[in-house]
Protein backbone atom coordinates (compact mmCIF):
# COMPACT_ATOMS: atom_id res chain seq x y z
CA UNK A 1 0.00 0.00 0.00
CA UNK A 2 1.40 3.63 -0.92
CA UNK A 3 2.24 5.55 1.61
CA UNK A 4 1.29 9.22 0.76
CA UNK A 5 3.05 11.98 2.21
CA UNK A 6 1.62 14.32 3.87
CA UNK A 7 2.07 16.84 6.35
CA UNK A 8 1.47 16.63 9.96
CA UNK A 9 1.06 20.14 11.18
CA UNK A 10 -0.68 19.72 14.79
CA UNK A 11 -3.99 22.16 15.47
CA UNK A 12 -3.36 23.48 12.11
CA UNK A 13 -6.43 24.84 9.06
CA UNK A 14 -6.49 22.60 6.27
CA UNK A 15 -8.44 23.39 2.57
CA UNK A 16 -9.92 20.67 1.42
CA UNK A 17 -10.91 19.01 -2.07
CA UNK A 18 -13.22 16.04 -2.68
CA UNK A 19 -14.54 14.85 -5.55
CA UNK A 20 -16.58 11.74 -5.92
CA UNK A 21 -15.49 9.05 -7.68
CA UNK A 22 -17.72 9.14 -11.14
CA UNK A 23 -18.68 13.37 -11.77
CA UNK A 24 -19.57 13.77 -14.82
CA UNK A 25 -23.61 14.79 -14.53
CA UNK A 26 -23.32 13.22 -11.06
CA UNK A 27 -25.75 15.90 -7.99
CA UNK A 28 -25.17 12.59 -5.31
CA UNK A 29 -24.15 14.97 -2.62
CA UNK A 30 -26.85 17.55 -3.19
CA UNK A 31 -29.55 14.83 -4.00
CA UNK A 32 -28.16 13.46 -0.65
CA UNK A 33 -27.51 16.47 1.50
CA UNK A 34 -28.69 15.59 4.82
CA UNK A 35 -26.63 12.43 4.62
CA UNK A 36 -23.71 13.99 4.19
CA UNK A 37 -24.59 16.79 7.05
CA UNK A 38 -25.48 13.76 9.16
CA UNK A 39 -21.83 12.15 8.31
CA UNK A 40 -20.33 15.44 9.18
CA UNK A 41 -22.21 15.51 12.66
CA UNK A 42 -21.91 12.03 13.63
CA UNK A 43 -17.49 12.52 12.71
CA UNK A 44 -17.41 15.90 14.39
CA UNK A 45 -19.27 13.59 17.48
CA UNK A 46 -16.42 11.51 17.97
CA UNK A 47 -13.52 13.20 16.14
CA UNK A 48 -13.94 17.14 17.16
CA UNK A 49 -12.75 19.82 14.53
CA UNK A 50 -13.80 23.37 13.24
CA UNK A 51 -15.24 23.57 9.80
CA UNK A 52 -14.40 27.50 9.21
CA UNK A 53 -16.17 27.18 5.80
CA UNK A 54 -17.74 24.59 3.64
CA UNK A 55 -19.62 24.71 -0.17
CA UNK A 56 -21.32 21.04 -1.21
CA UNK A 57 -21.36 21.05 -5.22
CA UNK A 58 -23.02 18.65 -6.82
CA UNK A 59 -20.20 16.31 -7.62
CA UNK A 60 -17.78 17.73 -5.25
CA UNK A 61 -16.98 19.81 -1.61
CA UNK A 62 -14.57 22.34 -0.81
CA UNK A 63 -14.16 22.80 3.07
CA UNK A 64 -11.98 24.45 5.75
CA UNK A 65 -11.25 22.63 8.86
CA UNK A 66 -9.18 24.14 11.71
CA UNK A 67 -8.35 20.73 14.21
CA UNK A 68 -7.87 20.47 17.99
CA UNK A 69 -4.31 21.56 19.60
CA UNK A 70 -1.89 18.45 19.22
CA UNK A 71 -4.11 16.36 16.51
CA UNK A 72 -3.18 15.95 12.99
CA UNK A 73 -5.63 13.79 11.90
CA UNK A 74 -7.41 14.85 9.07
CA UNK A 75 -6.85 11.18 7.07
CA UNK A 76 -9.10 9.50 9.84
CA UNK A 77 -11.86 11.70 9.67
CA UNK A 78 -12.16 12.01 6.35
CA UNK A 79 -11.90 7.76 6.23
CA UNK A 80 -15.01 8.18 8.52
CA UNK A 81 -17.08 10.93 7.04
CA UNK A 82 -16.95 9.08 3.33
CA UNK A 83 -18.13 5.53 4.97
CA UNK A 84 -20.54 7.10 7.12
CA UNK A 85 -22.12 8.86 4.20
CA UNK A 86 -21.45 5.54 1.93
CA UNK A 87 -23.39 3.79 4.03
CA UNK A 88 -26.59 5.67 3.71
CA UNK A 89 -26.54 5.94 0.35
CA UNK A 90 -28.72 3.04 -1.76
CA UNK A 91 -25.49 1.45 -3.85
CA UNK A 92 -26.31 2.04 -7.68
CA UNK A 93 -22.69 3.18 -8.30
CA UNK A 94 -20.51 1.62 -10.54
CA UNK A 95 -17.77 -0.51 -8.39
CA UNK A 96 -14.40 -1.80 -10.02
CA UNK A 97 -12.90 -5.31 -9.49
CA UNK A 98 -10.48 -3.84 -6.73
CA UNK A 99 -13.01 -2.05 -5.28
CA UNK A 100 -15.43 -4.81 -5.00
CA UNK A 101 -12.29 -7.43 -3.41
CA UNK A 102 -11.96 -4.88 -1.22
CA UNK A 103 -16.21 -4.28 -0.12
CA UNK A 104 -15.21 -0.81 -1.00
CA UNK A 105 -18.50 1.09 -2.39
CA UNK A 106 -17.45 3.47 -5.64
CA UNK A 107 -18.58 6.48 -4.72
CA UNK A 108 -15.61 8.16 -3.50
CA UNK A 109 -12.09 8.31 -4.91
CA UNK A 110 -9.38 6.95 -1.92
CA UNK A 111 -7.26 10.33 -1.68
CA UNK A 112 -8.36 13.90 -1.65
CA UNK A 113 -7.00 17.12 -2.17
CA UNK A 114 -5.25 18.89 0.64
CA UNK A 115 -3.73 22.43 1.32
CA UNK A 116 -2.19 23.74 4.71
CA UNK A 117 -3.31 27.30 5.44
CA UNK A 118 -0.10 29.16 6.71
CA UNK A 119 -1.67 32.43 7.47
CA UNK A 120 -4.25 35.03 7.68
CA UNK A 121 -4.41 36.34 3.54
CA UNK A 122 -4.27 32.13 3.00
CA UNK A 123 -7.08 31.69 5.03
CA UNK A 124 -8.99 34.22 3.62
CA UNK A 125 -8.53 33.83 0.08
CA UNK A 126 -9.78 30.08 0.37
CA UNK A 127 -12.30 31.15 2.25
CA UNK A 128 -13.67 33.77 -0.54
CA UNK A 129 -12.81 30.02 -3.31
CA UNK A 130 -14.99 28.26 -1.72
CA UNK A 131 -18.42 30.48 -1.35
CA UNK A 132 -17.54 31.45 -5.01
CA UNK A 133 -17.22 28.38 -6.28
CA UNK A 134 -21.04 27.70 -7.24
CA UNK A 135 -20.30 31.31 -9.43
CA UNK A 136 -17.89 29.79 -10.73
CA UNK A 137 -19.25 26.74 -12.03
CA UNK A 138 -22.20 28.52 -13.54
CA UNK A 139 -24.73 27.16 -10.86
CA UNK A 140 -25.50 30.33 -9.66
CA UNK A 141 -25.16 34.36 -10.15
CA UNK A 142 -24.77 35.14 -7.13
CA UNK A 143 -22.84 33.20 -4.72
CA UNK A 144 -25.41 34.15 -2.09
CA UNK A 145 -28.29 32.34 -4.19
CA UNK A 146 -26.01 28.80 -3.33
CA UNK A 147 -27.87 27.16 -0.44
CA UNK A 148 -25.63 24.59 0.58
CA UNK A 149 -22.79 27.17 1.58
CA UNK A 150 -20.82 28.58 4.23
CA UNK A 151 -21.25 31.98 2.93
CA UNK A 152 -24.99 32.92 4.94
CA UNK A 153 -23.31 31.95 8.16
CA UNK A 154 -20.30 34.86 7.27
CA UNK A 155 -22.70 37.34 5.82
CA UNK A 156 -24.85 36.57 9.01
CA UNK A 157 -21.80 37.16 11.07
CA UNK A 158 -20.63 40.43 8.92
CA UNK A 159 -17.48 39.02 7.74
CA UNK A 160 -19.12 39.70 4.57
CA UNK A 161 -21.41 42.17 3.02
CA UNK A 162 -25.01 40.85 1.50
CA UNK A 163 -24.16 41.52 -1.93
CA UNK A 164 -20.95 39.97 -1.95
CA UNK A 165 -19.93 37.38 -4.72
CA UNK A 166 -21.80 38.28 -8.07
CA UNK A 167 -21.32 37.37 -11.54
CA UNK A 168 -18.13 39.38 -12.84
CA UNK A 169 -17.43 40.35 -8.81
CA UNK A 170 -13.76 38.77 -9.24
CA UNK A 171 -13.62 38.56 -12.97
CA UNK A 172 -11.54 35.79 -14.76
CA UNK A 173 -8.44 36.07 -12.07
CA UNK A 174 -10.03 34.21 -8.97
CA UNK A 175 -9.23 30.74 -8.51
CA UNK A 176 -7.26 28.01 -6.60
Known amino acids: MPNYRRLHQPGATWFFTVTLAQRNNNSLLMDHVDRLREAFRHVRQRH ?36 HFSRSVI ?64 IARGDYPPDWGFEGHFGTAFGE
Open 48 to 83: HFTIDAIVVMPDHLHCLWTLPDGDTDNATRWRLLKG
Open 91 to 154: PTEHRSQSRLKRRERGIWPRRFWTHWITDQEDFNRHVDYIHWNPVKHGLVQRATDWPYSSIHRY
